[in-house]
């Protein structure tokens, strides 16, 4: 490789796991403990990443019930996540088996999860969880696993390379051989390797509107360029957030009652939640709900609180406006709120919360005052400001198909954490932060077991010769723009929340592809930084291949469902809604049904398949005992 002075080094290992979010420092972790030491870690920005920079104002980890009388079981939490539609069986299974698990691994690492002074690890109901299983570390959670799991992977002396941003994973047939890798300066890297373990995130570069935290992008279209299938790509959560900074406004933010204020192109202010309901006491209690129903649910549309998201979008998309939540005043300007009116279950919380008082603030600060902290160190003094805010992309349900051990289509690739699309229409929220944790202890668990040992670098030069004179020619061949990429990328992001999120047209997601494509073969001609220009290509790679699982999806006439709706003609429309927001709900019957779509050479294929069942195998102690005792292969 001498003959390349442009590539800095190569590296030969056993496993290289891409991304440094709780996911990515779990399987390192992991696979030391199981016996693999010839490991390290990828990353574009160590400090990136979804997992240390989001929140909201209580992030919940879902785990197996730990506390009191409440009965469950690993079966039980199994069917939960089952009951989301479209999810895998296999999957759901391994999700509950190993949440304890898990949970308490992190527990012992440090992550202060709030226990009683018996030592029970206590327990609170989140969305489509009917166990209380739902625990919480406060609006930081996830922040603090990724660095009490960076901490230990550290003490245990894995390398960790950072500024590398891959661009292409090796194979040699169906089977990963190893990286190429982009460093700031323009040079290449390669590692090879018998295994990667993709622990990227969602694709959150794909979207404008998006609480994804801005330094976080994804890199979901290299993985669909490797060959790896996309499943459920349909399947998103969609949420009001804050735009700047980019937070969820769930929970305890709508629950003190704010105001919804929309500003037109001459700064003159409207009230709109007031013009659309004209019951204030409605109102109120709808923007209570809010706070529980938080992500778009289009069954939530004609009799929940789903309808403010709509009432959101329309003002931003079809009027123009710039939407702010205002917690300085109570809606209408009102003195005080007559709390009597509110629906019961509003009502009986802020009276249990002893908050029937004052300003939304005031509130605000009473019941959840680290809510306000929060705000206040990014930036924002909500005492005194109004909060941007926007219907925005907040986790993928789908993602990258996987088996029960996590690997993908490509052999010797994994996938695990949001990247991987485990969930299905719905899930318990913070079934993903277990998910994530379960998913990359499997994935490590069979690479050190199945796929152990270094690779022979000599089986592989050609391979990775051919690799590097592309994309070095690549990188030659771009224009000295640097403002364009910004630009372009910019446009593609904005084109993918206007018809590629919670309102879907077909008309408009076919134009969007068509769109995306021409820019996607005219990627050379934009010009810019190399590494923006391999970020714009995943970003346009990874829409074609999600919006071409949109646009099969409503081509089968199928209907609205989860966090989305596509207009239909013959549907049914909210009283006071624009056509626009006419829709119908998808027959139950495909939530049994999983949509895979594949990436070749430019080309999506789409495909449907049944579910994988729940396995229900034998579970008599010394059947297993016997087996585990005389080989030990659980592979």
Known sequence: MERYPNVRFIKILNTC???TGAAGFNAAIRMLQFGCDSVAIITENVNAGTSRNT????????????CGDTLDCVKNMAE?????????????????????RCFLNLCELGVPFPVDRYGQYVGYKTDHDPYARATSAGPLTSKFMTECLEKKAYELGIVLYDGHTVIEILKKGNEVCGLVTLLSDGSLAVFICKNVIWATGGPAGIYSNSVYPECHHGSSGVAFEAGARGQNLTEWQYGLASTSPRWNVSGTYMQVLPRFISVDANGKEHEFLADYFGNISKMLSMVFLKGYQWPFDCKKVQNGSSVIDLLVYREEYLLGRKVYLDFRTNPLGLEALEYSSLSEDARIYLEKAHACFGRPIDRLEHMNAPAVSLYRDKGVDLHTEMLPVSLCAQHNNGGIAVDMWWQTAVKGLFACGEVAGTHGITRPGGSALNAGQVGSL??????SAVRSGEPDAENYENIICKAVE?????IHSLKNNPDNVDAATEK???????????????????KAIRDARKELKSIA?????ATKIYRLKDILTAQIVYLSAMADYCDKGYGSRGSYIIHNENGTLREGLEETFRFIEADPSLRSVVQEVAWSNG??????????????EDIFFENIWKTYRENGNIY
Do not use: W
């Open 17 to 19: 796991i891409v991304g």
């Open 55 to 66: 929140g909201s104002d209580k992030q919940t980890y879902y785990k197996l019930g730990l």
């Open 80 to 100: 939960n996540f089952f009951a989301g539609g479209c999810v895998d069986g296999d999957n759901a299974l391994v999700e509950a088996a190993l949440s304890a």
């Open 442 to 447: 499997r994935a490590a668990q069979y690479a």
């Open 470 to 474: 592309k994309h070095l020619r690549f």
């Open 492 to 510: 593609a992001q904005k084109r993918m929340s206007r018809v590629g999120a919670t309102i879907r047209n077909p008309d408009e997601i076919k």
């Open 525 to 529: 001609e934009t010009g810019g930084n």
């Open 603 to 616: 080309e999506c294929t789409v495909s449907y398949r049944p579910v994988r069942p729940i396995p229900d």
